[in-house]
């Protein structure tokens, strides 16, 4: 009999579903096993029924959920809450569900000020009304992961997630696991780059210059990039970007890492614990444009980006 298997998109871009499809020939041998009984972003499904009477949501119940995207307001708590009663095993696709993902970084602002910049004060469009009709979903205070919410089963990060993983985890629980997880090492652990333990020093660079490489080298032989000055978040960001090939993406297009994995573990602060290894080779976190959200970029849910407080007048 085939496991069955429902999925969700709640506050998503879709990259994490072009993940699934992108599992390419592992995902056509797990098709055999797998039966997708709700899959919004590939096959039409009424919630409240074909016409919309239905009293209650309609989603059918599967052994497996997966959910992608952050969850940002009512109509994506809903559908998380009746994915979680109707589904055995839970899994959190992607850095949105994981952390709370890019739409995470709004939590440095009260859902007030959102509204202003984006429905009041944008320059570019007219000013319009808060979305207060009664046909659209409100906004919660902030945007959070999905454990945040509900229980969650299992954690594939990323943004989005490689499909390598994608098929390992569900390849194990077609073997009949309840868990999956990386391995905790750090991107560091998984770049060929040159080290040497010290920077030149001086404020962190932004990324409108290039780094220094010759194209016509190995990535052995360039410079690790934060010892270049450029702030590259490889040291306190989980490994596995680049699937089961293991150099992590971004380096191999000579560009730092963004932080798009998570942290290595759950209870992890990745700025705290960068601002630390930036220190160590001598390079000075204070002057990181933007630092708050620029080491929070993929992690915004659980608290970590809030508004800040209001400072005194005149400071
Ligand atoms: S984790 Fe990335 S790819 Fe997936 S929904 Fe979020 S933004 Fe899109
Ligand atoms: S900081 Fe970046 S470039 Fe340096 S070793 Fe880590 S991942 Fe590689
Ligand atoms: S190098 Fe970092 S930002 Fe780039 S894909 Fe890998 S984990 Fe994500």
Known sequence: MPVTVAEEWLNSC??????????????????????????????????????????????????????SGSVRNEEHQHVLEEMRKKTKILIALGSCAAYGGIPSQANMFTRDEVFEKVFRGSPST????DPKHPNVPLWLESCKALDEIVKVD????????????????????????????????????????MREKKSAGGPVKRCLENLAFNPEEGLDKMRCINEQ?????????????????GVPRCVQART?????????????????????????????????????AIMNRYTGGHGNLKPLPARPAGR
């Open 14 to 67: 879709s990259g994490c579903e072009i993940s699934i499809l992108n599992t390419g020939t592992a995902l056509l041998d797990l098709l055999p096993e797998l039966n997708f009984v709700h899959i919004p972003v590939l096959i039409d499904h009424k919630y409240f029924g074909q016409l919309g009477g239905g009293a209650s949501m309609d989603i059918p119940e599967a052994t497996v959920g997966i959910v």
């Open 126 to 129: 007219d000013a319009a009304p």
């Open 154 to 193: 299992i954690t594939i990060p990323g943004c989005p997630p490689h499909p390598d993983w994608i098929a390992d985890a569900i390849g194990a629980l077609l073997k009949g696991g309840t868990s999956w997880h990386l391995p905790e090492r750090s991107v560091c652990d998984t770049c060929p780059v």
């Open 229 to 245: 000055g450029f702030l590259c978040l490889g040291p306190v960001t989980l490994a596995g970007c680049a699937g089961k090939s």
């Open 256 to 292: 730092p890492c963004r932080g798009c994995f998570g942290p290595i573990r759950k209870s992890a602060r990745p700025m705290v614990d960068m601002m630390g290894a930036m220190t160590s080779i001598g390079l000075d976190p204070k002057t990181v444009v933007d630092r708050r």
